[in-house]
Antibody
Framework: QVQLQESGPGLVKPSQTLSLTCTVSGGSIISGGYHWSWIRQHPGKGLEWIGYVYYSGSTYYNPSLKSRLSISVDTSKNQFSLKLTSVTAADTAVYYC??????????????????????WGQGTLVTVSS | QSALTQPRSVSGSPGQSVTISCTGT?????????VSWYQQHPGKAPKLLIYDVSKRPSGVPDRFSGSKSGNTASLTISGLQAEDEADYYC??????????FGTGTKVTVL
């Protein structure tokens, strides 16, 4: 049974960089066909997809966050990470890491198309405040 | 990339059926059969209910069913139970390796 666990600071100052790590246990991050994902939820609001990383290092980002976002993978530690720069109060949210099960293989993009999120971390609240 | 549109809330009595709609566009819901649904209880992480429009993971009761017509996907909960009171979100592949969630629907069991 794959489990995911987010870790990182719960408080970040405005204009600084939000950094979170997701540790995957019970399975290997280099298993093909999965995209490792970040999703956030603003207080009292809905879910927002942030981005994906494949074990090869290929990344796919939400266009609205792309200019501030970096997602990376460390296969030796079975972890993947999120960095969001120049944060404001609008980035205050619960951040979830999740595993996306890939669908059909896209020969143009040379990767599996993202399909659905079958495993989620418990989420971690990050507050942006001075 | 706009959020998929869901009703803010739906309600029903125990044993009744409720249906939640999820409206997107011809570029996401209408084009791909990669629609999934998630249930979220307060303070908890979302849980997968339905994937690929109508498939149920093992362990999800068959009271939950999904369908799609055109640009709108739907989740139906039959035989509503008290524990079904939660928030529900749809999600669709949006092309070019992006995903988009719905606005969320609160289900109340009267």
């Amino acid at each position: 049974q794959v489990q995911l666990q987010e870790s990182g600071p719960g408080l970040v100052k405005p204009s600084q960089t939000l950094s979170l790590t997701c540790t995957v246990s019970g399975g290997s991050i280099i298993s093909g066909g999965y995209h490792w994902s970040w999703i956030r939820q603003h207080p009292g609001k809905g879910l927002e997809w942030i981005g994906y990383v494949y074990y090869s290092g290929s990344t796919y980002y939400n266009p609205s966050l792309k200019s501030r976002l970096s997602i990376s993978v460390d296969t030796s530690k079975n972890q993947f990470s999120l960095k969001l720069t120049s944060v404001t109060a609008a980035d205050t949210a619960v951040y979830y890491c999740a595993r996306d099960v890939g669908g059909d293989y896209d020969y143009v993009w040379q990767n599996y198309r993202p399909d659905y999120f079958d495993c989620w971390g418990q989420g971690t609240l990050v507050t942006v405040s001075s | 990339q706009s959020a998929l549109t869901q009703p803010r809330s739906v309600s029903g009595s125990p044993g009744q059926s409720v249906t939640i709609s999820c409206t997107g566009t011809s570029s996401d819901v209408g084009f791909y059969d990669y629609v999934s649904w998630y249930q979220q209880h307060p303070g908890k992480a979302p849980k997968l209910l339905i994937y690929d429009v109508s498939k149920r993971p093992s362990g999800v009761p068959d009271r939950f069913s999904g369908s799609k017509s055109g640009n709108t996907a739907s989740l139906t909960i039959s035989g509503l139970q008290a524990e079904d009171e939660a928030d529900y979100y749809c999600c669709s592949y949006g092309g070019r390796y992006t995903s988009v969630f719905g606005t969320g629907t609160k289900v109340t069991v009267l």
